[in-house]
């Protein structure tokens, strides 16, 4: 059995002390030294990782003053803090071994938004497109644009100055910063705007911090003009932080945010934002042109910005490659099709306007510009326009995505950020893509590359295994080397992700400005207790970061066994980037961070938390793989004494790390959207039981667990006198003792007839090896096997019927498989060795229909995508080749078509299962097929999680992050979908939820095309 992880990395006893002091100090917010957080918050999306001593969760300014304070005091000077929001920094801004305070959690709210005016006052923590979707009723957004839009804060983008798309037309976050609420060390509250000389003079005459800041910064700009004009670049991305360029304004007035934009946390806590919003264009379109090669898109780049576009992206074949191989692609393919010619470079021009006329116009001189050049040498060979906000959105979310992809890749060399936005003038980025290729292909690295052409800015992150100690050295060498290329051609490393880690660079740069901005430093912060180490310290005694000195995932990563580390490669490659922490309700990865926001709760805190169990477990000799097989040979009644005395010990609180893993494991849904949706295909699923499995191997499992794992096998015999297990579920006093013994509540009624006995009235035949034989060659062709799942079968017999009865109607010949276990619910709580031996029973009785070559068609998506996925990890190309209904539908359109005329017309709103959203995402495509080709409008929405997953919903524990989750995204699309009587749903967990949260049923997509039928069912 696995040992307890107790003996870990100690919190400091000064850190101790200072929680204790913000405690007693009155602060609201949230305290975490727990190693758990600690784990999961020492990572970005940087090849870093830094332990912190604690994190806190502040829930206002006032707690945000409250840690300044205590801080300022000489018992806690020696106390370092780093400000966090979304934890996308790709260079470690965010990573410290001190105090992370993170405001993302509470401080996410927006305060006010004056449309008259334009402005929209936030609290820092709230999410990019949080913001914007706020705002788009009022024809309104906030312009920066970053592919981490979907989790990155307000705060951070203020921190790094963030920028990307548009930023030719919109500029960078600052351009947009109007007022700032700044907490200061010591506790002090500053709302910095742009003042007049009178008001500047009248704060330079105290003798408090912020008097010594303003003083300060006004002198160096005045001292330093020339220095400061000759030094800072003249580019579209300059520089960020301590922007000592735009003290002044154009009209003459002090502007502190210019040095408060962009210095990572350095300064000071940025509490509250006021930010300009511009209106958004009222038409827009969106020219994909094609290349031949990278190079040629690029080169092409200058002469197309004279076109006078919006902004110009430019993606080579690699990422394009990436693209295709995700989710996203289904939505864009029509822009980039196949021919003959490939397509290995790709430039996204965009053109906006406030009228259709003169988009018109523009796209008009655009596109002659493209047809003459077409076919000569270096130019592009085809081009697709894709119009209006909605069809351009979805190609930018596909370049949004790109970063991500980018660090998707097999092997162990993975795509790293580290020389990954360095900025050019645009008019020498053709030449220095070509000698930094020369750089990488020299070092014999892979890579990706894209770019903001307009702006000069170039993404790439080159092939590196940072686990192998000759490879993670390259690190220095590619970036000096990089370095001395961006300074040949008039740039900076840091284009657009800020500097963190790579700060050393910051000296060399600056040159003999770089003693002013310590000076800044040092005004703000004297002891250098604000995320110390980056951009500048506040004297000589203290030292910048480098960029081999700070610990790599990597070095720690050695030092899981490789035979482990492939074992668990599931969780190992998460690399940070955070597409997990989206905001979007409607977006499905992962309901059980939305429900909580609760980082511990996501795909990455739980990948995190395992890399971390497998390190400790390795640096303690045990091998879980191993540990695996012992668990599955141990008696259940030889460990129990074993499990009990731990058990206990667990009881009194005695410590173990495993527990941290395991309550974070218990709020996952196994919903399965990371799977689909994490561009590095974590599967925290598959993880978890591998987990669970070992911890319940130390501990004795909730009674729950075996409630749940053996319903599959209780069912059949249940089934058949079904009043047995109703009427005492209705007893109040037997659901309190299920609630409170058994950990499971709302239980769903057994169908009142069982499906056997509706099969036997309406004559549905149950498929036999004797029956299948009988079959003549035109029913052979027509037979289907509808494979039965325990949730629909038992609970839902009728529907099953239904779905037999349209298939009949149809003028197919359907069979019903006879029921076995399909294993899933042993799966998802770790029962891995009892859903092995399931899984083979169950496979071997499919494998025999389908030797007959006869379609194997399952209803419920969850269920049936276990045969895809667990099934086929198992048994490879042994898993029964169990389709979703919808596939095996839409492959026989003809034979609907031909049936069309005998259907009403209807039009119906589908409510998707998130798995079969997520990890069948072409299938949604075929729903829209089959009802089209029975003469019925079908229009999908995009939503969330329903909460129910299973038997998550059902678990006490559970109930109300559940229900929240439901309520975050299907409650609304439920209560304002304007036809109830037209939803339908495709998953048994989400009709489930929708009938006991809104005491309404909603039927199968089948059952409502079953009502269509003119002749009746
Ligand atoms: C896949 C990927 C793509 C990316 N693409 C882009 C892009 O297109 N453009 C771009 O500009 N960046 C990009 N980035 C980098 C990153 O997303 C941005 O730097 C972003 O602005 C960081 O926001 P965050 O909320 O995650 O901040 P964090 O990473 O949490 O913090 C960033 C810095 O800000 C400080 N900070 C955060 N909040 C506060 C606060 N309230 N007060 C004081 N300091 C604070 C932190 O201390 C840290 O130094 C990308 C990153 C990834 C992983
Ligand atoms: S789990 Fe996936 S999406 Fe989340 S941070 Fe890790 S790699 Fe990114
Ligand atoms: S399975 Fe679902 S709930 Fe669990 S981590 Fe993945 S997305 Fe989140």
Known sequence: MIPALNELSDVQSLYLEFIEALKSEGFRGDLCPDYASRTVLATDNSIYQVLPQAVVY????????????????????????????????TNGQSLTDGLVVDLSRHMNGILEINVEERWARVQTGVVKDQLNRALKPHGLFFAPDLSTSNRATIGGMINTDASGQGSCLYGKTRDHVLELDTVLLGGHLWKSAPIDRATLEGICHGDSRVADVHREVDRIAREQAELIEAKFPKLNRCLTGYDLAHIYDDAGRFDLNSVLCGSEGTLGFIAEAKLNLVPIPKCAALVNVQYDQFQDALADATDLMRAGPTSIETVDSRVLQLAMEDIVWHKVSEYFPQGERAIRGINLVEFTADSEDKLDAALQNFCSLLDKASGQAGKSFAYSIARGHAEIGKIWAMRKRAVGLLGNASGEERPIPFVEDTAVPPENLADFIREFREVLDSAGMSYGMFGHVDAGVLHVRPAIDMKDPQQAEKIRPITEQVVELTRKYGGLLWGEHGKGVRSEFAPEFFGELYPEL?????????????????IATPGENSQLLKIDEVTTRGELDRQIPVQVWEGYSEAVYCNGNGACFNWDPDDAMCPSYKGTRNRLNSPKGRASLVREWLRLLGERG????????????????TSLPGRI????????????????INESMQACLACKSCVGQCPIKVNVPEFRSQFLELYYGRYLRPMKDYLVGSLEFLLPALSRVPQLYNWPLRLPAVRWALARLGGLVDNPQLSRKSLQQLCNKAGMPVATPQAIASLGPLQRRRAVIIVQDAFTSYFEAELVLDVMRLLRKLDFVPFLAPFKPNGKPLHVHGFLAQFERAAIDNAAMLNLFAAENLPLVGID????????????????????????????????HQQLQEQAGRFGGGQFQMLPHCTERTNATASMADWKQVFSALGQELQIAELGCCGMAGTYGHEAANREDSERIYRQSWGPAVATATNRQNLVATGYSCRCQISRLEGEKVRHPLQALLAQLRDGA
């Open 58 to 89: 502040p829930r206002d300014s006032s707690d945000l003053q409250c840690v300044a304070r205590l801080a300022d005091e000489p018992r806690f000077h020696g106390v370092v803090l780093s400000a966090r929001g979304g934890g996308t920094g």
């Open 518 to 534: 310590q000076k800044i430093k040092a005004a703000f912060d004297h002891r250098n207790q604000l995320n110390p180490g980056k």
């Open 622 to 637: 045990v091998d879980p793989v191993q540990q695996s097989n012992l668990v599955r040979e141990q008696s259940f009644i």
């Open 645 to 660: 005395k731990n058990t206990l010990a667990k009881k009194r609180g005695e410590y173990d790390f495993s527990h941290e």
């Open 861 to 892: 998506p969850s269920m049936t995508l276990t045969y895809r996925s667990e099934y086929k990890k198992l048994m490879g190309n042994k898993a029964p080749p169990v389709q979703l209904l919808q596939e095996w539908l839409a492959e026989n």
